[in-house]
């Protein structure tokens, strides 16, 4: 009998990093946040590579994806960006986490990729009040990531209560050394166009998913924990897993729990 090739993990040119399992497997396309990239997801690929071939991608403004055209720099644009390098993967489960996690539902939402399932983590479906203060306050970030130097803003940025549950002290400083390759440019154009304060919001169109969504939450993050849970109440096939001991950042802040929660779903719909 022929052995099978050995898996081999990759990345491509645009950044992506893709598992190049020769097993007939169901797709997984994996979207980082505001700051990360394609690298954020290696240990959760790791874990999930004998389950799905994986696919994570960088976003606009972020690691490899740098001088892109005017309009990727958009919610809509990037949508359409993603949509096309994910062309190759039938019907993958798409996965995006915060700013990622809008991308994604924003996609599925518009119907510019077929997807088998939606796995959301710690994000938003859009802003119905105060959207143009949050605008504001995202170009005012905006505005420092282009001026000052790339260490001092993100030391600021990783102050927000939003991330104080990744910890202080070497985990903190570790935290924005890890951050420090990026384009301070390219990332004042991403989050000026991706604010959640431009996006259209998505509450309406929720009950029309008719696929499984996996909504995930850390439970220190209770903000994030309560508008999931909205988005649970409307989505008609949707699962709400809130993490203990986590905050914004669950991949990050506990990744065996979340491992075997997106391994669980991965079985349950392929």
């Known amino acids: 009998m022929r052995p099978k090739p050995a898996k081999r993990d990759l990345r491509d040119n645009s950044g992506a990093m893709l598992n190049a399992n020769p ?26 590579s004998p389950q799905a071939r994986c696919r994570a991608i960088d976003l606009p403004g972020h690691g490899a994806a740098l001088a892109c055209l ?8 990037a ?3 993603v949509a096309r390098q994910c062309q190759a993967l039938e019907r993958p489960f798409l996965y995006g986490y915060s ?7 924003h996609m599925t939402c518009q119907g510019l990729l077929p997807v088998r399932a939606l796995i ?13 203060e949050r605008a504001a306050r995202d170009d005012a970030w905006a505005d420092r990531f282009d001026a000052e130097p790339l260490a001092d803003v993100l030391q600021d940025w990783y102050r927000q209560p939003v991330f ?20 301070g440019a390219e990332l004042a154009r991403s989050l000026r166009g991706m604010s ?3 996006q259209t919001p998505l509450w309406s169109a929720l009950p029309t998913l008719k696929l499984p969504v996996l909504l995930i939450a850390g439970e220190r993050d209770t903000a994030y924990v309560d508008c999931m849970q909205r988005m649970a109440d409307l989505c008609p096939r949707a699962e709400m897993r809130i993490v203990l001991g986590a905050g914004h950042n669950v991949h990050a802040e506990q990744p065996a729990e979340l491992h075997a929660i997106v391994s669980q779903f991965l079985r349950k719909h392929t």
């Open 99 to 105: 700013m990622g996690g809008r991308l994604a539902l």
């Open 70 to 77: 005017g309009p990727d720099y958009t919610m809509p644009g």
């Open 120 to 132: 959301l983590e710690s994000c938003n479906a859009g802003l119905v009040d105060d959207a143009a």
């Open 196 to 198: 959640v304060g431009r």
């Open 79 to 81: 949508a359409e960006r």
């Open 164 to 183: 104080a549950t990744l910890g202080q002290g070497t985990a903190f400083s570790e935290r924005v050394t890890s951050r420090l390759g990026g384009s």
């Open 23 to 48: 097993d007939a497997l169901p797709a997984l396309a994996l979207l980082h946040g505001f700051l990360g990239s394609a690298q954020d997801w290696d240990a959760l690929i790791a874990q999930v």
